[in-house]
């Protein structure tokens, strides 16, 4: 589909992990949110898959009222804000004889799920596009969203899709060790453009990247971040927001490039280091484009 949260207590990370999955968000602004009011923490991921394949392979825009709830904030600037503009959406979704979605990867922080898809049919793209979409939710049902999408393209100069690779979560236990990690890889080597501690990080050569036009291994990255962002200057790559789940860490960046995009970068940690990277670097139009005015961070 094409954010705001507090730190939950020791004992509901207990809790969470216990029935299988460990809930957390946090923000490099704002504090993270509990998810406290959530009847079944466990069923979130589930949910949002749900709301996606009713949207889209289903083509039923009455699930949203099942599904979601007022006040509903939008982020996605393609999409008008509240319900009403949720549903003119899924409507326009459901005039598409080849409306589809297939789920990779869904990842639960507290009161946010994170979906990694392939979406088919959408108006305005030529082809399927690659997306991220985040969800909040508040006594079961979706409050508010934020997505951004990348045409589907061929394999990278190493072979890898936008969407191949591992999809299970594991470690639960290392969720904030390795959001922690990731945060620092961010702040270090893409936002203060520190190369030579791009080490600390990334296990050498050993990282594979899913980026449509970079191929694996250390030195692509650096090359990649290097042609956005030049040392000296205002922070270019400035991150926004973290969703974690286990092994894997997605950092929602805003791009401050021409034209600027919200960049969502989805990476797995494996033994203590960053092992594999998968993005979608989705344009912002110009404001006087939005159709709401929540911003898509």
Same mark, same amino acid.
């Given at each position: ?15 969470? *992990? ?15 949110? +509990?998810?406290?009011?959530? $009847? ?9 898959? =749900? ?7 289903? %083509? ?44 990779? %990867? ?9 979906? @990694? ?23 079961? +049902?979706?409050? &508010? ?6 045409? &589907?393209?061929?394999?990278? $100069? ?7 690779? $591992?999809?299970?979560?594991? #470690?639960? #236990? %290392?969720? &904030? ?9 961010? =702040?270090?080597? *893409? ?18 990247? @899913? ?18 962002? +030049? ?25 401050? *490039? ?17 092992? &594999?990277?998968? #993005? ?18």
């Amino acid at each position: 589909m094409p954010r705001a949260a507090r730190i939950p207590s020791q004992l509901w990370l207990v809790f969470a *992990t216990l029935i299988g999955g460990t809930f957390l968000l946090s923000d490099l602004a704002p504090k993270p949110s +509990k998810a406290a009011n959530h $009847p079944d923490v466990a069923d979130l991921g589930a949910t949002a898959r =749900q709301a996606m394949i009713e949207i889209f392979r289903n %083509r039923n825009p009455t699930a949203i009222d099942r599904l979601f709830s007022e006040p509903f904030v939008q982020h996605d600037p393609n999409i008008a804000d509240g319900l009403s503009g949720l549903k003119a959406f899924a409507a326009e979704v459901a005039s598409s004889p080849t409306a589809n979605v297939t789920i990779y %990867r869904t990842l639960v922080d507290g009161d946010i799920v994170m979906l @990694h898809s392939k979406y088919e049919g959408l108006r305005g793209f030529a082809g399927p596009v690659i997306a991220f979409d985040l969800f909040r939710f508040k006594d079961g +049902k979706i409050v &508010e969203h934020w997505g951004g999408q990348d045409p &589907e393209v061929g394999p990278n $100069p190493s072979g890898h899709t936008q969407v191949d690779g $591992p999809t299970a979560v594991l #470690d639960r #236990d %290392r969720t &904030e060790a390795n959001r922690a990690l990731v945060r620092a890889f961010k =702040q270090a080597v *893409t936002v203060e453009l520190r190369f030579d501690r791009v080490d600390e990080f990334i296990d050498g050569d050993h990282y594979t990247q @899913h980026a449509s036009k970079v191929g694996d291994g250390v030195a692509r990255m650096k090359s990649r971040v290097s042609e956005v962002a +030049k040392p000296g200057g205002a922070p270019v790559l400035v991150p926004r927001r973290y969703v974690a789940e286990g092994n894997f860490v997605l950092a929602l960046v805003e791009a401050r *490039t021409e034209p600027p995009t919200a960049n969502y970068d989805l990476f797995r940690v494996q033994n203590g280091k960053i092992a &594999e990277h998968w #993005d979608v670097l989705s344009p912002i139009p110009p404001r006087n484009q939005w159709k709401n005015a929540n911003g898509p961070f």
